[in-house]
T-cell receptor, first 110, second 116 residues
């Protein structure tokens, strides 16, 4: 089993819809969790950190479920510009290394 | 804030030559820098973790004599691909972390290496 798993997609979603995807992690000692966005042939960019209490930034909501060991990302009122690959990352050690999911590809269609 | 630059953005070199890639944190001091490689349609693969003033820690399967990493200051790390081969062609991305206790990594724009 991979340490961090994501559905690769693609998720094809009409503009304006709400879309959600999850990321599961295997190590219960995982400490910090993040969502990154990566556009084609570009570097990943930090979208949001995921806190135990959940957090929201505009149209984006991230949540952590420690009991079931997954994090989620919800995108409301999706825009064409939201089309990208969404990577989840999990920190499990004191070396500050992040373990990365393979990414979920999201395609927003007009 | 948290801007990371990387140079060059792309490079084409001949097989057998060496290529140096620079990674700089522009507005913060990077305690730790990470070097990744990403092949098309694949996820990030961590190559090594670099702490300022100490030797890099390489991931299993990454040849330290082929991928030389130097982290001479809190704002600069370099990756040198020595004796490059076509199979080394890839997208190389660095990231940096600031301050103790902060786990977020901020990425440079990446270097696309093509070895002919």
């Amino acid at each position: 089993r991979k340490e961090v798993e994501q559905d690769p997609g693609p998720f094809n979603v009409p503009e304006g819809a709400t879309v959600a995807f999850n990321c599961t992690y295997s190590n219960s000692a995982s400490q910090s969790f993040f969502w990154y966005r990566q556009d084609c042939r570009k570097e990943p960019k930090l979208l949001m950190s995921v806190y135990s209490s959940g957090n929201e930034d505009g149209r984006f909501t991230a949540q952590l479920n420690r009991a079931s060991q997954y994090i989620s990302l919800l995108i409301r009122d999706s825009k064409l510009s939201d089309s990208a690959t969404y990577l989840c990352a999990v920190n499990i050690n004191s070396n500050y290394q992040l373990i990365w999911g393979a990414g979920t590809k999201l395609i927003i269609k007009p | 804030g948290a801007v990371v630059s990387q140079h060059p953005s792309w490079v084409i070199c001949k097989s057998g030559t060496s290529v140096k890639i620079e990674c700089r944190s522009l507005d913060f001091q990077a305690t730790t820098m990470f070097w990744y490689r990403q092949f098309p349609k694949q996820s990030l693969m961590l190559m090594a973790t670099s702490n300022e003033g100490s030797k890099a820690t390489y991931e299993q399967g990454v040849e330290k004599d082929k991928f030389l990493i130097n982290h001479a200051s809190l704002t600069l790390s370099t990756l040198t691909v020595t004796s490059a081969h076509p199979e080394d062609s890839s997208f190389y991305i660095c990231s940096a972390r600031e301050l103790a206790g902060i786990y977020e990594q901020y990425f440079g724009p990446g270097t696309r290496l093509t070895v002919t």
